[in-house]
């Protein structure tokens, strides 16, 4: 007992459950109103009856829909809730004689989706008068009728149904004939006369009487029709029928002219009181339309097109008739069977278009209702999608679909989607049909700029124009209209300290960065810049990239020679000894060149010398040779012009002097001497002039004698260096950089150096030279013991040869 309980009230739960679930998705509401209401006139307040927000049914999309292609005969206020009438309602026309006439209307709400069917039921008005077929009733009786003999009249029609159609009947008052009204199997009202006083009709051949048939509505409603009787001879049997009531059943469409019945009757009677017509009693105009009786025969035919899904069931009366004019009814029940004859129709009732690219999967995107006029298996409907698209359709509610989506949009892959639904029913054979909805993607600005390289190079010649393109960046934005809209700037960094926007723009539309100022590969031969690619998306999306640009040098610094000195009237001079032999070195030419690669290769020639044949000098190197050995003939005096060339494009030069004495020994050089001799008599005139001034100008002139011989025993010679590496640092440029292979020396070499108090002559020693490689920093400096000693010797020679060379060498 206790399980069997359990089982029970888990049962009822569960039912209730269901119940309730039904409920919220299929709320079935009924509205009752009569037909012929105005538009606009309110039927109910939908909102308040199923408890609907009334402010959001605007935003649900509140609306009424209709199954197949039926009217949609009422609608909904979404300001207030209210249930109007869209459309006339004729009762008549929509149900005919129906008892109940039920309109089927959908109130379809969205976000989420909710079906409430809604049932109309139209009560009927009295707006319809009874009338009969014809205008005239004809009857023939015979005289010899008995008295309450019976006679079936013909019944009267009234469109409206119940208690408005047709109650009752009245005949006009005369001496022969009483009314009978009866109700038949349907509940319809009909009459019959009774004769209440026997015919003669040698007194009288015809009778004229008003028949008139009232129905029951409020005010009632009357039609009238007159009844003609013939007085004839006896005819006492009437038509009977093989059968009360016909049923047949009639496949839709079936072809014109296709026999649906055919009604039988017999009549005991000879001749023409036994001659039989067949008539259909009160038929409706549309009934009409699609059958007819052969009057003869009595076979129903298809003079219409017969539609299940208009209707599915008629009934026609017949009435069989003889000569006299006796008559009998019968009923032909016509059942329409279905035909698979209609393919299923699909609707859009909502599409969310466009559909942005970032929703998410699963969002519904539209409603789709599908519907089949058939019936049974007939009207039962699959739906399908096409292959390849991201969206799916999921049963939603009875005949409607939920378009969703299935996979991430991509509007940069996809902007437009052709989705094709197709509705097949399960008929045999099935019939199918298709809708195509387009289907946007809205962008999302979901792609940041690419640039189409990863790394840029720009290379830029110095000495440009200011305004000058560098290079072109270039970004995509695969993003439509603004979001894909680039936008090109320069992130903040420096460059040698200053800002980056010193030394190049850009133009924020096309890319092309331009220069601002001119550049000097000796003073900056490269920099980045970081370019910020911007799309005008909401929120803006970005990336970066960084250009290189590499300065090329050009050609625009002359060679600059460190030895000789060029500047100034002083010259160096350099011996050569006598006894050198051919190959020696004798000294070399060293200079330099701020621009760099072929710019910077130097090259030397000897563009005049005092003999061309003795000395020669290197391309490369700048080392200045013997070609042959010195001879006694050879002048001691030797000038060269060295001419120093770079290798860009044009060649720039510069030239030196570079002296050289050919003499073991200072003495031997009287032209020296003379000029030393000269250069002191000047001075001592000086002197003279200054002591004979003075007051003691012999005593000043002995002490400044002593004190210049004692300064010159002390003193070491003013320059002795190494030429190969003690080059004075002034002689270098500031911004020197060395180029391998032009302007150093190979090898290193020791001289030492002897110059004039005026520095206007030079004299070199040429001592040694050093192949091994550089000399240690404490040696480059150093002097030989033999050049101090025969310092010294000249220092302590005759006066009169002495003071010129003193005042020379000290």
Known sequence: MDCKGFSLTALLTAFCFFV????????????????????????????????????????????IDTEGNRKRYCDINVNTGELTVAERIDREGLCGKKASCVIKQQLVLENPLELHHISLQVQDINDN???????????????????????????????DIGQNSVQSYTLQINEHFVLAVNTNSDGGKYSELILDKELDRERQQELTLILTAVDGGTPPRSGTVAIHVTVLDANDNAPVFSQPVYKVSLPENTPLE????????????????????????????????LFALNRKTGAITVTGQIDYEDESTYELRVLARDGPGLTSYSKVIIEIMDVNDNAPSIALKSLNNPVPENVQTGTEVGIINVQDRDSGNNG?????????????????????????????????????????????????????????????????????????????????????????????????????????????????????????????????????????????????????????????????????????????????????????????????????????????????????????????????????????????????????????????????????IVSVKDNGQPSLSATCAVYLLVSDNLAEIPELKDMSYDESSSKLTFYLIIALVSVSTFFLTFIIVILAVRFCHRRKPRLLFDGAVAIPSAYLPPNYAEVDGAGTLRSTYNYDAYLTTGSRTSDFKFVTSYNEGTLPADLTLKKTQTSVDDLEGLCTTNDSQVWPLIFMSC
């Open 20 to 63: 309730v679930m039904a409920d919220t998705v299929y709320t079935d509401l009924s509205y009752s109103f009569p037909e012929e209401m105005k538009r606009g006139s309110v039927i109910g307040n939908i909102a308040k009856d199923l408890g609907l927000d009334v402010n959001r049914l605007s935003a649900r999309k509140a609306r």
């Open 258 to 289: 296709s026999v649906v019945v055919t009604v039988s009757a017999t009549d005991a009677d000879e001749d023409q009181n036994g001659e039989i017509t067949y008539v259909l009693g009160h038929i409706s105009e549309e009934d009409k339309r």
């Open 380 to 640: 039962q409907v699959h739906c399908s999608l096409q292959q390849n698209v991201p969206f799916k359709l999921v049963p939603s509610i009875k005949n409607y679909y939920s378009l969703v989506t299935t996979g991430e949009l991509d509007r940069e892959l996809v902007s437009d989607y052709n989705i094709t639904i197709t509705a097949t029913d399960e008929g045999s054979p099935p019939l199918s049909s298709s809708k195509t909805i387009h289907l946007s993607v809205a962008d999302v600005n979901d792609n940041p700029p690419v640039f189409e390289e990863q790394i840029y190079s720009a290379h830029v010649k110095e000495n440009n124009k200011p305004g000058s393109s560098v290079c072109t960046v270039a970004a995509t934005d695969p993003d439509w209209r603004q979001n894909g809209t680039v936008v090109y700037s320069l992130l903040p960094s420096d460059v040698s300290g200053a800002p980056v926007s010193s030394f190049v723009s850009i133009n924020g539309d096309t890319g092309v960065i331009h220069a601002v100022r001119s550049f000097d590969y000796e003073q900056l031969k490269s920099f980045k810049v970081l370019v910020l690619a911007r799309d005008n998306g909401s929120p803006p999306l970005s990336s970066n990239v960084t250009v290189s640009v590499f300065i090329s040098d050009e050609n625009d610094n002359s060679p600059q020679i460190l030895y000789p000195s060029p500047e100034g009237n002083s010259f160096m001079t350099e011996m050569v000894p006598k006894a050198a032999q051919s190959g020696s070195l004798v000294s070399k030419v060293i200079a330099v060149d701020a621009d760099s690669g072929q710019n910077a290769w130097l090259s030397y020639h000897i563009v005049k010398a005092t003999d061309p044949g003795l000395f020669t000098i290197g391309e490369h190197s700048g080392e200045i040779r013997t070609q042959r050995d010195i001879s006694e003939s050879d002048s001691t005096k030797q000038n060269l």
């Open 129 to 159: 008068s009874p009338k009969f077929e014809e205008d005239a009733i004809k009857k023939d009786i015979s005289e010899s009728a008995d008295k309450g003999a019976r006679f079936l009249l013909e019944e009267a029609s009234d469109a």
